[in-house]
């Protein structure tokens, strides 16, 4: 993935402009306590209802946990969608943790119910794999999403993912695994 233009699929690119903004252990936690007023205290953009309900507050109590033992996988655990034109947070994106010692980072999005359809998880998803092409130490990006969960498939498809398997997770049930591999300019 040698340039911006070579992100995603030919003719494709994100309509809207984001970034992911990294948040800190306060953050974190708050957010992990459905605080959204001490999370908002200590955020560095505001933050919305969708950052306390009840799934995201799961990722945010396994991302506190997370950061109190390394804080250095902060710079690569959920952050925020934020939209550069609306100058507001659409939802929440990063990877699962640092790279693996085999080079794989696992990517996760979430984006608000009231702002889906609008590109913004493929800005999110191509902001995070332009980030992994970026990074020496990543050769594989992974996603795993639920059968029923045609959209998110749809979207990974046209990034070039394949499935390479499944697994149960606890709070998801069934995910398929697919996975793409990362090439550095």
């Given at each position: ?75 690569w655990v ?37 702002y889906r ?69």
């Open positions: 993935m040698a340039s911006e233009e070579q992100i995603g699929p030919p003719g494709r690119r994100a309509e809207q402009q984001v970034r992911i903004v990294h948040l800190t252990g306060p953050v974190f936690r708050a957010l992990a306590d459905g605080d959204l007023a001490a999370a908002n205290a200590v955020s560095p953009v505001p933050l919305s209802p969708l950052f306390i309900d009840a799934s995201s507050r799961y990722v945010w109590q396994m991302r506190a946990e997370q950061i109190a033992m390394d804080p250095a996988s902060a710079d959920n952050g925020v969608i934020w939209c550069e034109r609306e100058r507001l947070a659409v939802g929440h994106a990063g990877y699962h943790g640092p790279p693996d010692p085999s080079g794989m980072v696992e990517i996760g999005y979430t984006v608000d119910p009231v359809r609008r590109g913004y998880a493929r800005a999110a998803l191509e902001t995070l794999l332009r980030r992994a092409s970026c990074e020496p130490r990543v050769r594989t990006a992974r996603v795993s999403i639920r059968p029923d969960n045609v959209a998110s498939f749809q979207l990974a498809s046209q990034y070039g993912f394949v499935r390479v398997g499944e697994q149960w997770d606890d709070v998801d049930g069934l995910e398929i695994i697919y996975e793409v591999e990362i090439q550095h300019p």
